[in-house]
């Protein structure tokens, strides 16, 4: 091997023995619980509802299934861990019937080992371990893990983010986020890195991370959540979130062009056939493996 190629095998083990395949990019379908995700935009929220949404993204080509229970959109306040759990469980539990890799992202250890208990396979963390039981709750369940960058809270973290260098700043992070994971268990071939866009980050740091997503490849396979996000409004003169599908198609490629294989999204269908059209020409290339 080259000492500049990445030294990852493009696979992620899962618990029980299987793994993703990432020889090819593929789509994570966000699947969110939260009440400014509840379609009566209220407490009523139907568990058939988020289950209709999960069939859509599994019929449409998700790899793998992202349930949220807490918004970490810029702004958000925190939930606390019982009312997280209540969001989480049952539709960790209901989406066994789906035969996909199920996510659960969440900040919190005790939401992570509920919904590992639930039957979840993979831990996604956006503030890559803040909390110290995290990495060892994850461990226990044989599961994947996904660490993020975040530079402060969801509730503050855009006030005023500065970096010196920031694919630096993140890449170290990082690379000290899997290290701790792999000292409490965790198996390396089981992590993936996500240089966390929009979390405490402007456009030209979001845009320098994404520019630089190869930097990442050595640490783990590298997911990328740029959907509906704030960045793409400020590259699309002030696009409302229902105006920006296009714009985060376009940062999709560029991503996985750069070195992602792992594509968070609210738009499965689209995103699976654009990453299919551009991967076969990456391919024809000779671009890619
Ligand atoms: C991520 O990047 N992001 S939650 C603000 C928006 C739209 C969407 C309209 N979890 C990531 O999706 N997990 C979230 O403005 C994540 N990577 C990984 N691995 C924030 C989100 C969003 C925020």
Redesign the pocket.
Known sequence: MRADAPARVDSVALPGGGALDLRAPRV?G?LNVTPDSFSDGGRHFELSDALAGARAMAAAGAAIL?V?GE????GAEPVPAAEERRRVVPLVEALAELDLPISI?TRKAEVAGAALRAGAALV?D?TGLADPDMAAVTAEHGAAL?V?HIQGEPATMQRDPRYDDVVSAVYESLARACERAVAAGVASEALLV?P????GKRLEHNLALLANLERFRSLAPV????????MLSELLEGRP?EG?LAGGLGAALAAVRNGARVV?T?DVGETVDALRVAWAIERAAGGAP
């Open positions: 994570m966000i992202d949220g918004s970490t959109r810029p992202d996604n956006v996904c993020g996500d966390g866009i929009g979390f997911v990328i959540g740029v959907s509906r996000k704030r979130v920006r968070r609210h």
